[in-house]
């Protein structure tokens, strides 16, 4: 009779221990989750994004009406890829959406003005033109209301 005492008593002890452990587990992942949903609902939620996409070590630069976020990250030379690599997105803080999204090798990303982005590109070998006219820029604008991109060559960059 003991015996099943005993037997009862442990098994009650094994629910409480297995209760008490889902009770913490839930309490961390609830504190988990609050915290991404305070980030998301505080207008950071590019943050969680770059987190999500780059890992850490990414950097943010809003425009000067603090609109947008310039998201991107730098990626050192390697061995094997020995161009810096430039991952980059541009999130709209008023939709809360993400407007365009590029990888560029031997780049560089910044803001031209509040509604747009150069994205300049360093090209390979090119060939010598007989003409003097100045040196081509390379890359793109990214008009952040549309989502769409120009050449540098036929835009206007100042």
Not at 22 to 38: D, H, M, P, Q, V
Not at 53 to 71: F, R
Not at 128 to 142: C, I, N, Q, T
Not at 146 to 154: A, F, I, P, V, Y
Request: a neutral charge; proline letters at 4%.
């Amino acid at each position: 009779m003991s015996g099943l005492l005993n037997d009862e008593l442990g098994d009650r002890m094994n629910t409480q221990r297995l209760a008490m452990v889902l009770l913490l587990s839930s309490t961390f992942i609830s504190c988990s989750s609050k915290e991404a949903r305070s980030l998301e609902m505080t207008g950071e939620r590019y943050k969680v994004l770059s987190a999500q996409k780059y890992g850490g070590g990414a950097e943010w630069i809003t425009n000067a009406a603090k609109t947008a976020v310039l998201c991107l990250k730098r990626a050192k030379p390697t061995a094997q890829l020995p161009q810096h690599r430039v991952s980059f997105f541009i999130f709209d803080v008023v939709a809360d959406r993400v407007v365009f999204e590029d990888d560029v090798p031997n780049g560089s990303v910044s803001w031209k003005d509040d509604q747009s982005v150069i994205v300049e590109t360093v090209p390979g070998i090119e060939e010598k033109k007989d003409d003097v006219s100045p040196p081509a820029r390379h890359g793109y604008l990214v008009d952040i209301r549309t989502g769409k991109t120009r050449e540098l060559k036929s835009a206007v960059v100042r």
